[in-house]
């Protein structure tokens, strides 16, 4: 960022508007994307700042925050379901951790569903991530069925007026049809257990992945339908252009994005603060 603010540290006329499109690519904002953003950058009135001309562009491209937007049950007595869905490695787990940790920390009870069940080990990990966050927790051996862990969280929640329930799936490679499938199911568990249910679904993303990040997405996107994304790993090597790609392409916005490896290492996104932060 700081080379691409020094190449607009002039008006749009002089602006090296090829070098600044390279940049915005190499950051992850992804070929068609920045070319988008230039033409149109370069397209606003003369007087003003050709690095506020490619902010105010880029600005555009994100979602704004939804007033008030938080996790909230379809009708009362019934709790806000959370499916957490994303390929291996990306943080789907610990992610799970933090947003418990969160919500405990709002006074909202907390059950973590352990439907990842292709994965013994995610299942203990799991486990520890809600012994650290305070959260109750419900799973089945290793290799059940878990669309069931579902349908038994959810009883469980019912049962005992938990305000949250927040279901881990396993870390699936988007390219495993059966096994996108067996997220379509879920969401069908969902839906017959709690009609009208209107699940949180987010995709965890690690933001070190780039574009390949924008195509899992949005097969995951068209299968079970994501309501929010999770942005990983921005402390790491991350150029965070992916941000704008994904919201621009998706229209999914990012609700919360992974500075950290402790549990309060995750924070709510804000549009205009990441805008800020980028030019800063």
């Given at each position: 960022?700081?080379?691409?603010?020094?190449?607009?540290?002039?008006?749009?006329?002089?602006?090296?508007?090829?070098?600044v499109?390279?940049?915005?690519?190499?950051?992850?904002?992804?070929?068609?994307l920045?070319?988008?953003?230039?033409?149109?950058?370069?397209?606003?009135?003369?007087?003003?700042?050709?690095?506020?001309?490619?902010?105010?562009?880029?600005?555009?491209?994100?979602?704004?925050?939804?007033?008030?937007?938080?996790?909230?049950?379809?009708?009362?007595?019934?709790?806000?379901?959370?499916?957490?869905?994303?390929v291996?490695?990306?943080?789907?787990t610990?992610?799970?951790?933090?947003?418990?940790?969160?919500?405990?920390?709002?006074?909202?009870?907390?059950?973590?569903?352990?439907?990842?069940?292709?994965?013994?080990?995610?299942?203990?990990?799991?486990?520890?991530?809600a012994?650290?966050?305070?959260?109750?927790?419900?799973?089945?051996?290793p290799?059940?069925?878990?669309?069931?862990?579902?349908y038994?969280?959810?009883?469980?929640?019912?049962?005992?007026?938990?305000?949250?329930?927040?279901?881990?799936?396993?870390?699936?490679?988007?390219?495993?049809?059966?096994?996108?499938?067996?997220?379509?199911?879920?969401?069908?568990?969902?839906?017959?257990?709690?009609?009208?249910?209107?699940?949180?679904?987010?995709?965890?993303?690690?933001?070190?992945?780039?574009?390949?990040?924008?195509?899992?997405?949005?097969?995951?996107?068209e299968?079970?339908?994501?309501?929010?994304?999770?942005?990983?790993?921005?402390?790491?090597?991350?150029?965070?252009?992916?941000?704008?790609?994904?919201?621009?392409?998706?229209?999914?916005?990012?609700r919360?994005?992974?500075?950290?490896?402790?549990l309060?290492?995750l924070?709510p996104?804000?549009?205009?603060?990441?805008?800020?932060?980028l030019?800063?």
């Amino acid at each position: 960022m700081s080379r691409l603010r020094g190449l607009l540290s002039t008006g749009p006329a002089a602006a090296d508007w090829e070098a600044v499109e390279e940049l915005l690519i190499s950051g992850d904002v992804g070929g068609e994307l920045a070319m988008e953003v230039v033409e149109r950058a370069r397209r606003r009135k003369s007087e003003e700042t050709a690095e506020a001309a490619v902010r105010a562009e880029l600005a555009a491209l994100l979602l704004p925050v939804e007033p008030g937007w938080r996790m909230e049950p379809a009708a009362p007595g019934q709790p806000a379901v959370v499916l957490v869905v994303g390929v291996n490695g990306t943080g789907k787990t610990t992610t799970i951790g933090k947003l418990a940790h969160g919500f405990q920390a709002e006074g909202r009870s907390v059950l973590l569903a352990a439907a990842d069940t292709f994965r013994a080990a995610g299942i203990d990990q799991l486990r520890i991530w809600a012994d650290r966050s305070g959260s109750q927790f419900v799973a089945h051996a290793p290799g059940a069925d878990p669309s069931a862990v579902i349908y038994d969280a959810l009883d469980a929640a019912l049962a005992r007026h938990v305000d949250i329930v927040i279901a881990d799936t396993a870390g699936r490679l988007h390219t495993k049809s059966s096994l996108m499938d067996e997220l379509a199911k879920m969401r069908r568990v969902i839906d017959r257990r709690i009609p009208g249910a209107r699940p949180e679904v987010l995709f965890v993303l690690d933001a070190t992945t780039g574009q390949n990040g924008l195509s899992q997405a949005r097969v995951f996107n068209e299968t079970v339908g994501l309501t929010g994304i999770v942005l990983t790993k921005l402390d790491s090597t991350a150029k965070g252009g992916i941000v704008f790609a994904i919201e621009d392409s998706l229209k999914v916005p990012v609700r919360f994005v992974g500075v950290g490896e402790k549990l309060g290492d995750l924070l709510p996104f804000d549009p205009e603060a990441f805008v800020a932060a980028l030019f800063a």
